[in-house]
């Protein structure tokens, strides 16, 4: 980033949470972080942020970095409970007498493709 180019108030606002967050960690005393908070407020440029920053280990967060991998969603719950649907539609039909064991002759392969279909090994369906 440009020294130079003039700074939002998201950008003071981001850089003041991470001074905030520095001093949590022991790394900036209170009166240091008092000193940098009245500085990051009044801040007009990057490089005016970069100084309040320097040395401190943020420097990737400023340059819009990511810090961390974003978190993953799990869908193997919603896949496994998939999976049990069609054991519980063989289960009542089967209790209903409509349908004898044949339904679970269907259930099995239904359960086998909608897990295939998802993908992953049959060890983490569950997981």
């Known amino acids: 980033m440009d020294p130079s180019t003039r700074v939002s108030d ?4 981001t850089v003041l949470r991470l001074l905030g967050e520095q001093a949590a960690l022991g790394r900036l005393t209170y009166a240091e972080l008092d000193e940098r908070t009245d500085a990051a407020l009044t801040a007009r440029t990057w490089g005016d942020l970069h100084a309040l920053t320097a040395d401190l280990p943020v420097d990737a967060v400023l ?16 896949l496994c409970l998939l999976c049990l649907v069609p054991f519980v539609l063989a289960g009542l039909a089967a209790s209903l007498g409509t349908v004898g064991p044949v339904g679970l002759l269907v259930a099995v392969p239904l359960c086998i493709v909608i897990a295939a279909k998802a993908g992953g090994s049959p060890r983490s369906w569950c997981r």
């Open 63 to 78: 340059r819009g970095e990511p810090t961390e991998p974003p978190p993953q969603r799990r869908r193997r719950s919603r």
């Open 10 to 13: 998201r950008d003071r606002d």
